[in-house]
């Protein structure tokens, strides 16, 4: 019984894995791991877990295996995981929660996929035939271009417009702008892979995004929590 654990920019996410398929999932702010114990519908013989939120939630969640009295497996970045080959001109400093979403998208497709994980961050990474990461972007998520317009001008507002086609209003301008910005981006980098290659969409701010794809996509909740399970099936 896998607790995986994705400790992200501004949420955690977490799920209890039986080896067939998931207990549950869950997402929570960072705050919620200090009852999560005491939540949990089975107990965990192991925690599998990444971490982008820096080192006080590093410790946090080492407080929270030693509170269960379980073996803590941090995923990092490494040259090679679970089928997967790190491109990264320095493969320790890519992401761990990338990292984790690669191995998803290995595990869920065998051959090029890419995989976009749009959270506060929106990433967009290439995975070849081969399993290779071949390189990535890295943009603002679309709340976070929304906020960077309200935020760094005088007259443009905090947008709560809709997805237009031909937006005629300043929110809907600001709203689509966003949206289509991040779509082309990841029609840019699909194109290196071929036509048949899928997205795999994942993130909180996947549903704002797949309506208005024109790839071939598929929505996969929780694509790091997939990952991490993956990356503790294949390291028992």
Same mark, same amino acid.
């Given at each position: 019984?896998?607790?995986?654990?994705?400790?992200?920019?501004?949420?955690?996410?977490?799920?209890?894995?039986?080896?067939?398929?998931?207990?549950?999932?869950? &997402?929570?702010?960072?705050?919620? =791991?200090?009852?999560?114990? +005491?939540? @949990? *519908?089975? /107990?965990?013989?192991?925690?599998? #877990?990444?971490?982008?939120?820096?080192?006080?939630?590093?410790?946090?969640?080492?407080?929270?295996?030693?509170?269960?009295?379980?073996?803590?497996?941090?995923?990092?970045?490494?040259?090679?995981?679970?089928?997967?080959?790190?491109?990264?001109?320095?493969?320790?400093?890519?992401?761990?929660?990338?990292?984790?979403?690669?191995?998803?998208?290995?595990?869920?497709?065998?051959?090029?996929?890419?995989?976009?994980?749009?959270?506060?961050?929106?990433?967009?990474?290439?995975?070849?035939?081969?399993?290779?990461?071949?390189?990535?972007?890295?943009?603002?998520?679309? &709340?976070?271009?929304?906020?960077? =317009?309200?935020?760094?001008? +005088?007259? @443009? *507002?905090? /947008?709560?417009?809709?997805?237009? #086609?031909?937006?005629?209003?300043?929110?809907?301008?600001?709203?689509?702008?966003?949206?289509?910005?991040?779509?082309?981006?990841?029609?840019?980098?699909?194109?290196?892979?071929?036509?048949?290659?899928?997205?795999?969409?994942?993130?909180?701010?996947?549903?704002?995004?797949?309506?208005?794809?024109?790839?071939?996509?598929?929505?996969?909740?929780?694509?790091?929590?997939?990952?991490?399970?993956?990356?503790?099936?294949?390291?028992?």
């Amino acid at each position: 019984m896998l607790l995986c654990l994705d400790a992200g920019n501004t949420r955690l996410k977490y799920g209890i894995f039986d080896g067939r398929g998931w207990r549950v999932q869950k &997402a929570a702010g960072h705050d919620a =791991l200090e009852g999560l114990a +005491a939540t @949990l *519908p089975a /107990a965990p013989e192991r925690i599998v #877990a990444c971490n982008v939120a820096g080192d006080a939630m590093r410790r946090r969640i080492e407080g929270l295996a030693a509170t269960l009295g379980i073996p803590l497996d941090w995923l990092a970045s490494t040259h090679a995981a679970c089928g997967v080959k790190n491109g990264y001109d320095k493969p320790q400093q890519l992401g761990a929660d990338r990292w984790a979403a690669l191995i998803a998208a290995r595990g869920l497709h065998e051959g090029p996929a890419l995989v976009v994980m749009a959270g506060t961050a929106t990433t967009i990474d290439a995975l070849d035939g081969d399993g290779v990461f071949r390189g990535g972007f890295i943009l603002p998520g679309l &709340a976070l271009m929304r906020a960077s =317009l309200a935020r760094n001008t +005088a007259d @443009l *507002p905090h /947008a709560a417009g809709h997805y237009r #086609a031909r937006p005629t209003n300043t929110d809907d301008a600001i709203v689509s702008g966003a949206i289509h910005a991040t779509l082309g981006a990841i029609e840019r980098l699909h194109a290196t892979l071929g036509s048949e290659a899928p997205c795999l969409l994942s993130g909180g701010a996947a549903a704002e995004l797949a309506p208005h794809m024109s790839l071939p996509c598929r929505l996969v909740d929780n694509l790091v929590l997939e990952g991490l399970a993956r990356y503790g099936r294949m390291n028992a």
